[in-house]
């Protein structure tokens, strides 16, 4: 194949650029006259600030009642009422379990019999003893006889208590674990009992996150399915870490909530220092599909810059990049600007 001489090729070089030049020279005066074209937009700016903001640790944790309880019967024995249900409100000292008393009954009038029948003997013998008909030894077994069977009717009197299971505190049936029919069994729980009205977050917090936190210090609290932020007051701080999870267990109570319950999942934030972020009105983001654009006025024009955003907080947001310290964002009329387009800053 020929090659081009020199001469030649310097030439369609020079052609080359010069019609380069012409293109964007060109391109220029088209979006100088474009910005012209675009009508003046009047705007509210804001000045960016480098801001102190709290930095705070999310620890997560359960919603638990302060006043719990799972009640056990102290005998062996079926179970015959169970008078409450789910949900249900009881006072401290309402029956919530009863046992089949049948045979107890049968013992306690055992220990009577045995009572009546030891004082008769006593009685009599007290009397041999006086007018020197019996002799000392036989006067003591019966006293200590008698003294045996009022100890075992006072014994059988005391089980009867224990037939009837009440509630401690007032509160309201979380669970049952038993119904009408079945055994119950030292040990074996038949209902649960929770107080309401006194609600705490268990969090277990890592050591350097704990290290951070004060007895009776104020902290917040979120809680799925409740609305806002909710505000706690540290109440308890194990002494010792957990030797396994090497975390430390923190309580914090809470005060009655609509929505709040018992089991529920939430977060306590714990602050472990200061930073200086970057905040601007929430109105001067602007989202165009996966983009968050903010506006900047330079020399009265609006320029679009891409940012990058981060939490919320209150009716401003965190920008991570793509301002600097005191830019002038349109914080309002953001959403109908173009690129370059006049602004007159109100």
């Known amino acids: 194949m020929k090659q081009l001489p020199f001469r030649a090729l310097l030439q369609m070089s020079t052609l080359m650029v010069a019609l380069a030049l012409i293109s964007c020279s060109a391109e220029r005066e088209g979006k100088k006259e474009h910005s012209r074209s675009r009508p003046m937009a009047p705007v509210r700016v804001h000045v960016v600030g480098n801001l102190s903001q709290a930095m705070t640790e999310e620890v997560v944790g359960t919603i638990r009642a302060k006043l719990q309880a799972t009640l056990e019967a102290k005998l062996s024995g079926r179970i015959a009422k169970m008078p409450v249900v789910l949900g249900q409100r009881v006072k401290a000292g309402e029956l919530v379990v009863q046992l089949d008393a049948a045979e107890f009954n049968a013992r306690l009038e055992q220990a009577a ?3 009546e029948q030891s004082e008769r003997d006593w009685k009599r013998v007290s009397a041999l003893f006086e007018q020197q008909a019996a002799t000392r030894s036989e ?12 100890g075992m009717e006072a014994e059988a009197k005391a089980i009867m208590n224990y037939v009837e299971v009440v509630a401690p ?8 674990w038993a119904d009408v029919g079945d055994l119950a069994a030292p040990g074996k729980p038949l209902i649960s009992i929770e107080d309401p009205a006194a609600l705490q977050l268990e969090a277990d917090v890592s050591q350097v996150t704990a290290g951070h936190v004060r007895g009776d210090a104020r902290l917040a609290v979120r809680v799925d399915g409740v609305s806002g932020e909710l505000t706690g007051t540290v109440s308890e701080i194990a002494p010792a870490a957990d030797p396994f999870s090497r975390t430390i267990r923190i309580k914090v109570d809470l005060s009655a909530h609509p929505g709040l319950k018992s089991g529920q999942f939430g977060r306590l934030l714990v602050p472990v220092g200061e930073s200086k972020t970057l905040r601007v009105p929430v109105s001067a983001v602007v989202e165009r599909g996966q983009l968050e654009i903010v506006f ?5 024009h609006a ?10 907080i209150g009716d401003e947001i965190e920008v991570l990049s793509g301002l600097h310290s005191s830019d ?3 914080t309002e009329g953001a959403a109908q600007l173009s690129d370059g387009q006049p602004v007159e800053a109100k």
């Open 328 to 330: 002038r964002v349109v």
């Open 296 to 300: 900047v006025v330079t020399n009265q």
């Open 139 to 150: 006067y003591d077994a019966a006293q200590s006889r008698n003294r045996m069977a009022k």
């Open 113 to 115: 019999a045995a009572v």
């Open 169 to 176: 505190f007032d509160g309201v049936v979380t669970k049952k």
């Open 303 to 312: 320029r679009l810059h891409l940012v990058k955003t981060g939490k919320r």
